[in-house]
């Protein structure tokens, strides 16, 4: 397994552009790197950073984010990703990483499943025919007492498993997972063929692996097990230097 480290949060220290951080991130031998939001970013600075080093941009965010679970923002979201397919292209397949949205008051589950599965169909398609891939991500988020509505690695696989499709896949992020402590195994169960990334961080504080609780030798056991191969998502906040930081993830994840 390889990392692909988050570059709004690492390689920071003297790089104030993005293009600067893809190139530290070469130099510390991470082969992957990943970003949130697009439309502000100087593309063409990334790319060629992107270029010249060989490192892979992995993901990025579709924006604006939008709900997947109320049908008023169904054609909002399929415009989004209309205009982050370009985007996906030029970087060589990226991820395309979108978010369920809040939960709806008084609406049933049921009835809010159905709808983001039916537009993730949709950009499913789309992204499939355009040769790029979304990638739905379970967050834990609370916002006036309501959580996202894909909030759990076991309830995004549903989805994602409902949908079927090669366009869509689960961006599993284990720091989300512990904070609902959603067992990763029994989550997961067969599914691990409809994961397309996995992220990491420790909890609490969302620092690197082995600052927390996060049993990380029994997260790794579980993710080979059931065949993931991927690149790890380093989407944390490093608590010491870079280099240290990625010495002490290897370690704990034992890729050292």
């Not at 499709?165 to 992020?173: F, V």
């Not at 690149?231 to 280099?243: C, H, K, Q, R």
Request: charged share 25%; net charge negative.
């Amino acid at each position: 397994m390889t990392f692909a480290a988050c570059i709004e949060w690492m390689f920071t220290k003297g790089n104030d552009d993005l293009a600067s951080r893809v190139r530290a991130a070469h130099a510390a031998g991470v082969p992957g790197v990943e970003f949130h939001l697009w439309r502000e970013k100087d593309l063409d600075a990334i790319e060629r950073a992107l270029n010249d080093t060989g490192v892979r941009l992995v993901s990025f965010c579709v924006e604006p984010r939008c709900s997947l679970v109320d049908p008023a923002d169904r054609d909002k979201v399929l415009a989004a990703i209309a205009d982050a397919i370009p985007v996906a292209q030029r970087f060589k397949g990226a991820g395309m990483v979108v978010a369920s949205g809040f939960t709806r008051p008084d609406v049933p589950e049921q009835e809010q499943f159905d709808a983001a599965v039916s537009v993730l169909r949709r950009a499913a398609e789309m992204a499939h025919a355009a040769g790029t891939v979304v990638w739905l991500e379970p967050v834990y988020m609370l916002l006036h007492g309501q959580r996202m509505f894909v909030d759990t690695i076991g309830r995004g696989l549903d989805i994602v498993a409902a949908v079927d499709s090669p366009g869509l896949r689960l961006l599993a992020d284990v720091y989300h997972a512990a904070q609902t402590k959603e067992d990763l195994a029994s989550a997961i169960g067969a599914r691990m063929r409809y994961v397309g990334h996995v992220q990491v961080a420790d909890t609490p504080g969302r620092h690197e692996p082995g600052t927390g609780t996060i049993a990380w030798p029994a997260v790794m056991d579980v993710l080979r097990s059931k065949g993931y191969d991927g690149p790890i998502g380093l989407e944390y906040f490093p608590s010491v230097d870079d280099a240290e930081s990625l010495a002490l993830t290897r370690r704990a994840l034992g890729l050292a």
